[in-house]
């Protein structure tokens, strides 16, 4: 296939080359680096979300492996109630989680005296929070998260704040 020189971008994190040809468009990028910034933006707007119902809350800076210490990816804290939340978000209708990720967050829990959450966001939802504990697992360990699921026993962020409790009925 022909190609053609049509742009170039470059910044110390991320370099775009966008080529022609008759019917496609190639852009040429380092994932990881794509999809490291859609997990910490995520993220980070979970963190502004806490903070808007006065807890004060980070992103864990060595969180998903870049130490053997089990960090959460966000630990979150009022002075009277403590949350420690692995985060996941995905365009797809369900979520698949590695049990060392939950078990490293429950380990983390458990040492901080921290209620510990797994925090998904679906495409056009808000973010819901369920428990480790109550959360489907898959035949070989791992851990299983459908929206629907997700949206029938879910909680939202008020009601792991402590703000509110929302009546379920079946």
């Known amino acids: ?35 490291a910034k859609k997990g910490s933006a995520e993220e980070r707007d979970l ?3 806490l903070w808007e119902r ?3 809350a980070m992103r864990a800076p060595a969180s998903g492996g870049a130490t ?14 403590y949350l420690a939340i692995e985060v996941k978000t995905t365009t797809k209708d369900k979520v698949y989680i590695d049990e060392p990720q939950i078990t490293a967050l429950c380990e983390f829990s458990k040492i901080f005296g921290a209620k510990p959450y797994i925090g998904v966001r679906f495409k056009y939802t808000k973010w ?3 428990e480790p ?8 360990g791992n851990y299983k998260v459908e929206k629907d699921y997700a949206l029938e026993k879910g909680l939202e962020i008020d ?8 009546m379920k009925f079946e």
Do not use: W
């Not at 022609?20 to 794509?34: A, G, P």
């Open 68 to 81: 053997k210490n089990p960090l959460p990816d966000v630990v979150a804290g009022n002075g009277k109630l």
């Open 128 to 130: 819901l929070f369920l």
């Open 159 to 166: 009601e792991i704040a402590g703000i509110d409790k929302q």
């Open 54 to 56: 006065n807890f004060a």
């Open 1 to 35: 296939i022909y190609k053609t020189y049509f742009n170039y971008y470059s910044s110390n994190a991320l370099t775009v080359f966008l080529y022609t040809d008759c019917l496609k468009i190639y852009y040429h990028r380092k994932l990881s680096v794509i999809m």
């Open 47 to 49: 963190v502004h979300k």
């Open 133 to 140: 504990e109550n959360t489907p697992r898959t035949r070989n």
